[in-house]
């Protein structure tokens, strides 16, 4: 029997092999997909079916790539020629919700908004929050250690779970964490999960550390700036002055008059720069007040409003950042991560990429926790070697000044090259050495992230 | 040339071969000791030093033992016969403080509590505060995964850190993690480094995160409760009712008694247990004031107080526990944890396990993240067989309402019996594997966490 036919055999309808669904599995959000095209989507419903169809692609040895919603951004979940894609998209039930312990028990494929929402009335939060929040999934937010707009404040998703179940390669079933906020039972297991993006084992299960709602209403920023640099001063000035805004974005002179295009609002004067930021909780208006004055002193611009309604349509000038940059032509979004003092000095690397290469990089930024979003846009479907040149001189740059080349995005496929530069070749063997004691056939999520060297 | 002579020949005047210092390498603070006595001390000044250490030690296949302060509570650091001791107590140096980026670089040396102090002009904090913060050091409190009194508020030592360089058994030195506050570069080996109590490398640097310090006033509340198990409920219904105080700490009947008496004040109402909690931040008393009638509900007689030295006379009596058990006898400190809402019937667990082996187990809790230390006292130095048996039973109470057999102090030699019972057999395996890939001769702590299973 073919793998198919032995997936089918036991799995029955839930082997899809729908010429679009595969074709569709090849890529995510990242715009890139694998070459070639998976054998079938599994789309699995309980553990036991994930259990099933892992000991199938241990006998036969043949790859396979877990999928959530496929909103990454950087190819992890991308399924190529020969593999088998495991979703667990269909996994989406609510265990359990203990609002007294402040946790959760969650299947992986329920979407982050989707869970946050069941939790309200429980008086509840689940505050990890990518952009993709509508459309992403539990699972996924955990498989690749994602961070959101609230992370600065709130923490990222690696903050916020207690423990995962997996199942290895091998069909095993593992149950890493506990329910108890304390522990310190072995190798924390658990964190080496989060961000491993597939590669270890597949995620059926999480208990998430949840948190109380936030009492009171927000108050909302918004600043312009003559330059980026003197943005990106303001918004280290804030953090260096002890105030903890819950949302802090950085749009450069590029990003904002892209967006204003697409909004079709006044074209914002050559050169302007924007920070949008929310204060939350009992002190939001007088930490409000005290941003805007450290703003003013850095040039700034300042709007304040208490107005929920007013706030929301400052911030979706942010969030129309995706749709306006898809309006100019393909897009690569980088995903570097600096210390914050380091912002000014990473905006000015990346004006001097963009003289070098002759490129414009549109570039966003949570800037309460100094993690920048440059977008290279290009014609056609192939990155140009121009922008993987220059993507190359950012990631060394970002690294230099003591960050990393991905703060919530991951490796993936796409900065797989640049994982040994950043870990050093002893750590990226230890890594994968690692990997492969949960892995040993290699069988999960192969030439992703420790795919071979550049 | 011996081990020794080797070492000499290398490092000169910092191997120590002196009697009482080999002796006094044996033990931690748990009280229990290696069998054996070490091969030398080495006092590392340098990370050199460290790797030199190392080199021998594996060209000679010597075990080692890390060791900073000597205070843990699991014996981890306890050094026995035919073993290196590397001691990482003389690297003391603060490298960095960068208050606007909330981060220092520092060696693994330093104490808790002289850090903090370095740290309190430049207006930032270092918030893991193990109870033994005055004398423990940063590289072991990372080492163990360490908790504290204030951590339900502000975190465990895992919440703290960003990056760790380690040099692995072979002498090679790496550097885990970055200094952006966010980054999914690879897999999370910081945090598998934190709390693996020297088994995969020796931590000779860590970058940590800081907090700012916290402004304004605490307040401190003591309450007295008809018996432990109303106590328990009451710091639950606390935290159900989403009031975050900053310690929350919980004293059985023996523990009160035990340390009125130590402190010569007045016994205690026979059963009386008592909470003491202290809230800070700018919504200290008004959160003192909705906890006080949180309590009151569940039967506890309050005292408040804004003074702040009439709080740190209440907190006296809390922090006089180690010393009143002292007093009592040999003790056996246990360390379980559990979800929060599970304390009142962990509290009926031990009352039963006291009734069924004829013992008394005075238990305190670090009542607001649902950790217990239930305190075995015994005569002579030797654990008798009855209460290994208890702590046994202890054990898989705690694991069977979701919680963990330590919530901060760690496996050691003194848990690892019980490790893959709670780990499970697979994943007890698997841990091995990891710490094998890291060290793959087993020259790092051996004996330790993952010794022989019971």
Redesign the interface.
Known sequence: MTVVEQLTAVLGDLVDTDAAALEAARADRSGHAAPGRPLAIVHAETVGHVQHTLRIATATRTPVVVRGAGTGLAGAANAGDGTIVLSTARMTAILEV??????AVVEPGILNADLDRALAPH?VWWAPDPASREISTVGGNIA????GLL??KYG?V??AVLGVDIVLADG?L???G????????????T??V???EGT?GVIVGATLKLR?RTPGAVCTLAATFPDVRAAAAAS?AV??A?IQPAIMELMDAASLRAVHALLRLPAPAPGTAQLTIQTDG??AAADADAIAAVLRTHGGSTTVTHDPDEGERLLAIRRSMHAAMASLGTTLIEDV?????AMPVMFDEIARIERRYGLSIPTVA?AG???LHPNFIFEGSDTPDVVWRAADELFRAAIAL??????????GTLKSRW?AE???D???E??R???R??DPLGLLNPGK??ADRA
Chains 1, 2 share one sequence.
Do not use: M, Y
């Open positions: 203990r609002a007294d312990d402040l946790l008086g690749t250690g994602a961070g992370c600065a990222v690696r903050d095993r593992l149950h890493l506990h329910r108890s906020v304390k522990g310190v039972t072995g190798l924390d297991l964190a080496l989060i961000g491993s270890l109380r280290a953090t260096a002890g009992p002190a991560a600096v210390p914050r003092s949570h926790d100094g993690n003591g960050g990393t080349l991905t703060g919530e995005h991951g490796i994982l950043e870990l050093g002893d750590q990226w230890l890594q050495q690692i990997a004691v949960f992230v420790f």
